[in-house]
T-cell receptor, first 114, second 113 residues
């Protein structure tokens, strides 16, 4: 069956370091992958989208890589700040009989400490 | 622009009661979605509407019905609430179905006793 895996354990890092979050998937051939941020008590907010023919995408302090051979995406936050503390979700599109839908991972909680 | 709005923010129901969760978006998006989010399960798609006038089942549709009232509004109805439907419900919208960024509402926290 199709599966998306994100590390369920919280990632604790010190301010200023680079945070790296992982998204692995099986039995998918996604055309693209998205990363969202979710703060407690709020809805997810879109951060970045990367397509299958792109190896890397950057936006300010954020960088996403997409390796379709390894079936893995890495999400990096450089020079991390306490304000980056949140849960980060990856989402893959999948083609089904009903059309093109997004499937979300369970998310990884990031805590950036002073 | 308010984006995606949801009402109510919180709701407590007794088993067997019914209710409708309301969602509206002001971004002129074609597609709208309803998800539920449970600890350890992530976001799961309940129903979606690719465009005005169409609705389709998602991953976990049992116990729910939806109505795409117009392009702006997409409601989710629980006909006979069960404790297993205790969850946080999110509505989302996108310009195209599944192929674009999804914009989420603030969520409705529902408890069924």
């Amino acid at each position: 069956s199709q599966k998306i895996e994100q590390n369920s354990e919280a990632l604790n890092i010190q301010e200023g370091k680079t945070a790296t979050l992982t998204c692995n998937y099986t039995n998918y051939s996604p055309a693209y992958l998205q990363w969202y941020r979710q703060d407690p008590g709020r809805g997810p907010v879109f951060l970045l989208l990367i397509r299958e023919n792109e190896k890397e995408k950057r936006k300010e302090r954020l960088k996403v890589t997409f390796d379709t051979t390894l079936k893995q995406s890495l999400f990096h936050i450089t020079a991390s700040q306490p304000a980056d503390s949140a849960t980060y979700l990856c989402a893959l599109n999948r083609l089904t009989g009903g059309g093109n839908k997004l499937t979300f991972g369970t998310g990884t909680q990031l805590k950036v400490e002073l | 622009n308010a984006g995606v709005t949801q009402t109510p923010k919180f709701q407590v129901l007794k088993t067997g009661q019914s209710m409708t969760l309301q969602c509206a978006q002001d971004m002129n998006h074609n597609s709208m979605y309803w998800y539920r989010q449970d600890p350890g399960m992530g976001l799961r798609l309940i129903y979606y509407s690719a465009s005005e006038g169409t609705t389709d089942k998602g991953e976990v549709p049992n116990g729910y019905n939806v109505s795409r009232l117009n392009k702006r509004e997409f409601s989710l109805r629980l006909e006979s609430a069960a404790p297993s439907q205790t969850s946080v419900y999110f509505c989302a919208s996108s310009e195209l179905q599944g192929s674009d960024t999804q914009y989420f509402g603030p969520g409705t926290r529902l408890t069924v006793l």
